[in-house]
T-cell receptor, first 113, second 115 residues
């Protein structure tokens, strides 16, 4: 059974600081998605990475996909209070012809003003 | 506006009283899915549907039923709720045959408490 581990589980930082959160898999990712979930809302897709070694940037967020496609990181530069939320990584898994998402347990980020 | 709508947002019920959580999407998506979210366990898939009248079990289907009679609707049914089904539930949809690497759209969630 594939395991998706995210670390750290909780992270509290001051506004303006940089941070990195990680997603590691016990097996190779098919494709990896990162989501952010704000309190009282559903997850919202941030990015999809597919190719080993891929780096994608979304404003102050930088996503890296490991060369072996078993790990990924999300780096936030100069964190803002609006970055507060639960960050989830998810792998796609093909089951009976359907491409389902399998989620990690998440990193809960709090940015303190 | 593209959206997935769940109702109700909050529900408190008693053990054994049948309930239905509705989910509707306005994007003509073929694929829909239900997840539950629990502290420390993340999002776990309950059921999914690839199209009308096509449903299949996810990782935690016990105690739940679903139906897909229309493309836009995918209700979650708890025939006899128990306290261990207290959770935050999310419905999601995406185009074609699944959610990866297609973009998944999530509803706002239904917080269910079974006493």
């Amino acid at each position: 059974t594939q395991l998706l581990e995210q670390s750290p589980q909780f992270l509290s930082i001051q506004e303006g600081e940089n941070l990195t959160v990680y997603c590691n898999s016990s097996s190779v990712f098919s494709s990896l998605q990162w989501y952010r979930q704000e309190p009282g809302e559903g997850p919202v897709l941030l990015v999809t990475v597919v190719t080993g070694g891929e780096v994608k940037k979304l404003k102050r967020l930088t996503f890296q996909f490991g060369d072996a496609r078993k790990d990924s990181s999300l780096h936030i530069t100069a964190a803002q209070t609006g970055d507060t939320g639960l960050y989830l990584c998810a792998d796609s898994r093909i089951t009976a012809g359907a491409n389902n998402l399998f989620f990690g347990t998440g990193t809960r980020l709090t940015v303190i003003p | 506006e593209a959206q997935v709508t769940q109702n109700p947002r909050y529900l408190i019920t008693v053990t054994g009283k049948k309930l239905t959580v509705t989910c509707s999407q306005n994007m003509n998506h073929e694929y829909m899915s239900w997840y539950r979210q629990d502290p420390g366990l993340g999002l776990r898939q309950i059921y999914y549907s690839m199209n009308v009248e096509v449903t299949d079990k996810g990782d935690v289907p016990e105690g739940y039923k679903v139906s897909r009679k229309e493309k836009r609707n995918f209700p979650l049914i708890l025939e006899s709720p128990s306290p261990n089904q207290t959770s935050l539930y999310f419905c999601a949809s995406s185009r074609s045959w699944g959610m990866g690497p297609e973009r998944a759209f999530f509803g706002q969630g239904t917080r269910l408490t079974v006493v």
